[in-house]
């Protein structure tokens, strides 16, 4: 247990539909990330929120909404999504201290799959 | 741009060591990370490694790193089976450490 929850833990969902990954850490930290980890290649990094704010867009599909409404929560709002978004995609807190980040601690991940 | 490359397969057999290499672009890298992630889990951090360290020592692993050559390396001394897993190097491509970008992970498979 990391103290990073994320939920569902997997989502199958219609490329018209709808849907919303959430992640809540109870570590105090106050910067959280999501990232997409796909078969056979490395995580990529989709946005950054430190203090709430966002800091980091990695060239993200507008298909993907990220939104912090405090420092301990983290959704990813989906919709017409396409198949080839299936990936697990995970969520990850860190402290920011001085300016300076040292470690981010990961959630299990949401598996999702676009049919 | 920024890149972090691993080698993909790791075979070791229980009670040797293992070694998993990483290489890395990003000369500004503060921090360099070693994550650990077993089947349906998320990553777990196993350690990290300031810059101006050349060495690091916890328990079982010991991290090398060498700045000029841009290599990274995670030693896990006698191997156990469940040290079977997926282990990605990482390194932080801005000041704040906030942004990691990744390897794409070895697999380190274990026999008994």
């Known amino acids: 247990e990391t103290g990073v929850t994320q939920t569902p833990r997997h989502l199958v969902m219609g490329m018209t539909n709808k849907k919303s990954l959430k992640c809540e850490q109870h570590l105090g930290h106050n910067a959280m990330y999501w990232y997409k980890q796909s078969a056979k290649k490395p995580l990529e990094l989709m946005f950054v929120?430190?203090?709430?704010?966002?800091?980091e867009n990695n060239s993200v599909p507008s298909r993907f909404s990220p939104e912090c409404p405090n420092s301990s929560h983290l959704f990813l709002h989906l919709h017409t999504l396409q198949p080839e978004d299936s990936a697990l995609y995970l969520c990850a807190s860190s402290r920011l201290s001085g300016g300076r980040n040292t470690e981010a601690f990961f959630g299990q991940g949401t598996r999702l799959t676009v049919v | 741009g920024e890149d972090v490359e691993q080698s993909l397969f790791l075979s070791v057999r229980e009670g040797d060591s293992s070694v998993i290499n990483c290489t890395y672009t990003?000369?500004?890298?503060?921090?360099l990370y070693w994550y650990k992630q077993e089947p349906g889990a998320g990553l777990q951090l196993l350690t990290y490694i300031f810059s101006n360290m050349d060495m690091k020592q916890d328990q079982r692993l010991t991290v090398l790193l060498n700045k000029k050559d841009k290599h990274l390396s995670l030693r896990i001394a006698d191997t156990q089976t469940g040290d079977s897993a997926i282990y990605f190097c990482?390194?932080?491509?801005?000041?704040?450490?906030?942004?990691?970008?990744f390897g794409k992970g070895t697999t380190l498979s274990v026999s008994s």
């Open positions: 990482a390194e932080s491509y801005n000041q704040a450490g906030t942004a990691l970008i």
């Open positions: 929120y430190n203090f709430k704010e966002q800091t």
């Open positions: 990003d000369s500004s890298s503060t921090y």
